[in-house]
């Protein structure tokens, strides 16, 4: 007999603690370039500091008074990057609800339009709470190869007065932002998952599926290729060996993924993907009509993730600088390119463009762009979006057939494999001889000068092979618990009515 999905949920929540701490690492090996949280280093003097010969005049009046130590300033986080950082979250957060719960919900049939934004809203939801109780500390919050420690669980010791690292020495933020920012991407890829079987999902299973999966695959991931101890840590190559050895496994490697090819889109692609097939196609799939029902809100979904889009990947440098400028140019041209590339390409093959097919490019742009955009020139940017903008459009056309999925918004198609191309091409061009900024040695201060674009394709693609396999089989495992403990799939009648009525009782519309 099934339980109820709330006792299973409150279940989850309070066992974690005794769960998860068998799971993580204490060390692994690991490089590149990525989120941190708080290091221990010089701070940024204040704006109101006292002038240095102020302290010189108070030590000559007392030159009897013994020498004592003196304790450093505590880091004082730059303001203008803090001032950034909560717009760039505040951006995501756009780019999540209205922006994809529009999207989506203009993809799908109008009795299913209530469905996906209620799903997309108590999904973001759910996961920000799990977020700050266990989400934050297991993925940013101590050293480990696949997990964080559980020290700063329900953000136990973060205070206004905690800072967390950024890509330059002695720069911080404050770290209850760097939560908040984090916080959201953990919750839009959960969000990103549900396209893939939209239209079918029982409510109950859907929220079930999205805690077990961020538990168990974004987590982890997130950890293995963003987490390190920052660069203070990092003064010679003793202290580099040291916090490579203490950092996630894919950062030990040396993967590169500025803002979540691997760790947001792979990961969800691939779950999208195994979702699909192990729920089914939708009734009358492949003999029944089922058309977008507003590609008006689809083209303003698409807009506000392409607005918002730029918190997401400008945000992902943690300072407001001249990486900053260069990640927010090119999502700018990458984005344009791919959905310039999707739309003629469909207009060659097809006859006509579509706004679908200009929205869904723009989509392929953004995210294969993501982990690309801090490291790559403009020129590689283009090239990354217009080849996005070709290969996902046979993502979602002839690779679709070739799987044979109901795959419902083409979340693997866009997602996955425009994730899957973007990380592997990021490995290309950043290349500094094709115009990227390379790979930067914090022990010298300077890019490295022997970049290899063979041995960083290579990593590149080890991390999407780590990816997609953790993310395969956590889906297959916590779908089949889904399945044995709330069951995946509503009835015909609930799928024929539509789950506006039949998972919420109510209508989007009224004629």
Not at 60 to 86: C, L, Q, R, S
Not at 186 to 214: D, H, M, N, Q, Y
Not at 299 to 310: C, E, N, R, T, Y
Request: with cysteine; net charge negative; proline share 5%.
């Amino acid at each position: 007999m099934k339980r109820t999905f709330s006792t299973l949920l409150l279940a989850a929540v309070l066992g974690l603690g005794a769960l998860l701490p068998a799971v993580a690492q204490d060390k692994a090996p690991a490089t590149a370039s990525t989120t941190a949280t708080t290091p221990a280093a010089a701070a940024v003097p204040a704006d109101d500091a006292k002038p240095a010969e102020a302290a010189v005049a108070k030590a000559e009046a007392a030159p009897e008074a013994p020498a004592a130590d003196t304790a450093a300033p505590p880091p004082v986080p730059n303001k203008g990057d803090t001032a950034w950082m909560i717009v760039a979250t505040v951006l995501v957060i756009l780019m999540t609800i209205p922006g994809l719960a529009l999207f989506y919900g203009g993809l799908v049939r109008a009795k299913n339009m209530l469905s996906i934004l209620m799903q997309t809203m108590m999904i973001f939801s759910v996961v920000t709470v799990l977020w700050v109780i266990y989400g934050y500390p297991l993925a940013f919050g101590g050293d480990g190869m696949f997990y964080g420690t559980l020290d700063k669980l329900f953000l136990k010791g973060i205070t206004p007065d905690s800072v967390a690292a950024t890509f330059s020495k002695g720069v911080y933020i404050p770290e209850l932002i760097f939560v908040a920012f984090q916080c959201t991407f953990a919750a839009i890829t959960p969000i990103l998952i549900v396209g893939a079987f939209a239209e079918r999902i029982k409510f109950s299973a859907a929220l079930l599926f999205c805690v077990l999966w961020f538990t168990f695959s974004y987590l982890p991931i997130a950890h293995m290729v963003w987490y390190w101890a920052g660069p203070d840590a990092i003064t010679d190559a003793a202290t580099l060996e040291a916090v490579t050895a203490n950092a996630g496994y894919l950062w030990a490697k040396g993967a590169l993924d500025f803002a979540g090819g691997t760790v947001v889109h792979i990961n969800a692609g691939v779950a999208g993907l195994v979702g699909a097939f192990m729920i089914g196609k939708r009734l009358g799939y492949g003999r029944e009509a089922m058309a977008p029902h507003s590609l008006a809100f689809t083209m303003i979904g698409a807009s506000l993730l392409w607005v918002g889009w730029f918190g997401f990947n400008v945000g992902s440098n943690l300072e407001a600088n001249g990486v900053a400028a260069l990640a927010f140019v090119n999502t700018f041209v990458a984005t344009a390119a791919a959905t310039v590339a999707w739309s003629f390409a469909e207009w060659m093959s097809k006859g006509k463009p579509s706004m679908l097919g200009a929205a869904s490019g723009a989509v392929a742009g953004l995210v294969a762009i993501t982990p690309a955009c801090g490291f790559v020139g403009p020129m590689g940017a283009i090239v990354i979006g217009l080849l996005a903008g070709v290969v996902c459009l046979w993502g979602v056309s002839g690779l679709k057939r070739l799987l044979g999925a109901d795959d419902s918004l083409d979340v693997f198609g866009v997602h996955g494999l425009g994730g899957i191309l973007g990380a592997l091409l990021t490995g290309v061009f950043a290349s500094p001889s094709l115009g990227g900024t390379g790979v930067f040695n914090y022990v010298t201060n300077a890019v490295s000068p022997d970049y290899s674009i063979l041995d960083q394709v290579w990593i590149q693609a080890q991390a999407v092979g780590t990816t997609i396999v953790w993310s395969g089989v956590v889906s297959v495992i916590a779908y089949k618990l889904v399945d044995v403990v709330v069951g995946l799939r509503v009835s015909e009648d609930e799928e024929r009515e539509g789950l506006d009525i039949s998972s919420h009782g109510e209508s989007a519309y009224h004629s």
